[in-house]
């Protein structure tokens, strides 16, 4: 089942872990705070991420120091 993702802005600390882990997924802005571009979502969480790219995923999130990307089987909006 494909995945779905988001950064909570809000909280990421600009480590840059998760671009290292998936870059296909993660990029960050000009302060360096991290974003889903993947099939060009803008971070809204709402782009099917493929199955092919979820381990990758899974060891972005997991890296995450500040737990700042959400992962959920549903679209966020
Ligand atoms: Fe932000 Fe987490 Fe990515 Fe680091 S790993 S840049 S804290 S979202």
Redesign the pocket.
Known sequence: MAKYAK??KE?????????D?APDI?E?DDD???MVVYGGDENRGVTPIDASLEAELQD?AD???????LVSDAPFA
């Open positions: 950064v909570d909280t990421c600390i600009a480590c840059g872990a998760c671009g882990a993660f960050y360096g705070v991290a972005a890296s995450c120091p500040s737990g700042s990307i």
